[in-house]
């Protein structure tokens, strides 16, 4: 090439890189604001909630370098390195008064975030931008955890000093792995599935998630699932032929049939409680800690119930476990689409295993 080509063509590059920033900045700032105004309105945001509250009246108010990592912006770059610290732990308490904010998600540390570390130790690799997404959704305790409080101790005995082991909430991304994580309570002698694969375009978080409204468009699943045509008809997806909970209906939703265990874990729990520890129990989805003895029997939690002196203290092994599994699916209620067979086999397992000291009714159940 002579020097005046060389020129041209440089001159051509420069002003066609101008022109395609101009372009990118346009574009991108049409964007920045519908994207800013979704997340505005999404619970990442909401500075009200209980997840970034929480600790504002603690003094001095500061974030526990065992909480900030998904409830302060301060603890994420942390753990991320993005504030110059090591990566891969949090380091110091956060302040108070952040959300999930754009920062969170978007620093100079997040585009090379590739893997994952869970509660149990699994890390899951190779990775894009969802690594940040499972990250705060993984839940804070896993088979491992559990097993490290009751192994070598009797099955149906209360440990003593034991409170509910609570998986945390909205664990999506470990039901999502399943046993690529053990984020639920996997028995021994069984084996569990993997990563939900699902379809090649539909396998991350963001693929069905607005990364900034986090709604699901139910129009993205219709080519596929024909029946979605609203945010109403996702829980009716089906594909398996399996009838998991037994009752003939085959075309039901999955959701149902994961529905159907968890309610049959519940009598099974109670079932337990009575006959083995002499003690009834009931569980409410909102009242910390959540399991209660059950004064008055009626499988529900009343106000009055819902004490902390109240509280069910006799965990046996067996019945942490159970509960932990209840609570894990219970408290992904996205599970259905995240990895609907993890979620039936640790129903399924849950129930057996409290089925071989009382009895427990799993008539026409199928492990997937
Ligand atoms: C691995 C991430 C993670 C860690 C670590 C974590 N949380 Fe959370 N926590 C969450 C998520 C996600 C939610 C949102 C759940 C929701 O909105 O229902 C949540 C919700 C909460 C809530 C609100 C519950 C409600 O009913 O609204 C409280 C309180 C809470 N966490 C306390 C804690 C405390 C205390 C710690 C530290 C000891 C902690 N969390 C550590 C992820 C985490
Ligand atoms: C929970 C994480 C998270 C938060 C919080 C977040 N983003 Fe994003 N953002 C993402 C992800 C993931 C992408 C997609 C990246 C990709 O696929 O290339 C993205 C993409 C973008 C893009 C590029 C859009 C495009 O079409 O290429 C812009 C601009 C953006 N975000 C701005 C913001 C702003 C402004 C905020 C705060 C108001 C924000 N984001 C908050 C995760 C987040
Ligand atoms: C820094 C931690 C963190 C990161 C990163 C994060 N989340 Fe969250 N997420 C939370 C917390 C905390 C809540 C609960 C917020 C609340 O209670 O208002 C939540 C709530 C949600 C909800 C529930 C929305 C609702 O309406 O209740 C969805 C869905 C969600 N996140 C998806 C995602 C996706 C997808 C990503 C990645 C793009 C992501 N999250 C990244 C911490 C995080
Ligand atoms: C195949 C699509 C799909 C994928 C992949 C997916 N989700 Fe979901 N998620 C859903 C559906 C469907 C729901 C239930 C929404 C509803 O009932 O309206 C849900 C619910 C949730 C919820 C509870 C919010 C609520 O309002 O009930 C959270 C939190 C969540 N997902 C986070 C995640 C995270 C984090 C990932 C990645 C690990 C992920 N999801 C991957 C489809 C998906
Ligand atoms: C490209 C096609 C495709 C798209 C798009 C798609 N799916 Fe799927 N989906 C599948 C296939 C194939 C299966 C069966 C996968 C398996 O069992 O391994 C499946 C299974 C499921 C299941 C489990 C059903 C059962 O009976 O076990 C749920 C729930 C689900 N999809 C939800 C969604 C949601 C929600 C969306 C939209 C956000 C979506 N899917 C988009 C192809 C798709």
């Known amino acids: 090439m002579t020097s005046k080509n060389s020129l041209i063509a440089l001159t051509v590059v420069f002003v066609l890189g101008i022109a395609m920033i101009g372009l990118r900045q346009q574009s991108a700032r049409a964007s920045v604001w ?68 754009c920062g969170t998600c978007h620093n100079p540390a997040a585009p090379s975030y590739r893997a994952v570390e869970f509660p149990s130790g699994a890390r899951l690799t190779g990775l ?34 034991q409170g509910f082991v609570n998986p945390h909430y909205y664990p999506a991304s470990a039901t999502q792995a399943g046993a690529d994580a053990g984020g639920g309570y996997q028995y ?3 084996t569990y599935v993997g990563s939900f694969l699902h379809a090649e375009d539909m396998r991350t978080c963001i693929s069905c998630h607005g990364a900034h409204s986090l709604k699901i468009d139910p129009q993205t699943c219709s080519p596929c699932h024909a029946n979605v045509v609203a945010g109403t008809d996702l829980r009716d997806v089906r594909q398996s032929k399996v009838d998991y909970d037994g009752d003939g209906d085959m075309t039901e939703g999955i959701a149902a049939e994961i529905k159907a265990l968890h309610a049959g ?41 819902a004490q902390n002196a109240n509280r069910y203290v006799l965990w046996s092994p067996r019945l942490l476990r159970a509960c932990y599994n209840h609570v894990f699916v219970g408290k992904d209620p996205g599970g259905f689409s995240h990895n609907p067979k993890y979620q039936l086999q640790l129903l399924y397992d849950s129930a057996r295993d409290l089925g071989q000291v009382t009895v427990v009714q799993m008539d026409g159940w199928i492990r997937p």
């Open 128 to 161: 894009g931008y969802e690594a940040l997404c499972m990250t705060c959704h993984h839940g804070r305790e896993s088979t491992v955890s559990l097993d490290w409080r009751t192994t070598d101790k009797p099955d149906d005995a209360p440990i003593e000093k």
């Open 265 to 305: 874990l519940y009598e099974a729990i109670r079932a337990y409680a009575m006959d083995v520890l002499g003690k009834p129990i009931a569980y409410s989805a909102d009242s910390y800690p959540y399991f209660f003895v059950d004064t008055n029997d009626d499988g529900q939690v009343q106000a009055e119930e």
């Open 188 to 190: 021994a002698g069984q």
């Open 34 to 101: 519908e994207l800013s105004n979704q997340w505005a309105e999404s619970a990442h945001a909401d500075r009200a909630s209980e997840s970034f509250v929480h600790w504002d009246a603690e003094d001095p108010p500061s974030v526990p370098v065992g909480c900030a990592l998904c409830h302060s912006y301060y603890g994420f770059v942390d753990y991320l390195g993005a504030d110059g610290s090591t990566p891969g732990k949090v380091d110091k308490e956060a302040k108070i008064g952040s959300v999930v904010e």
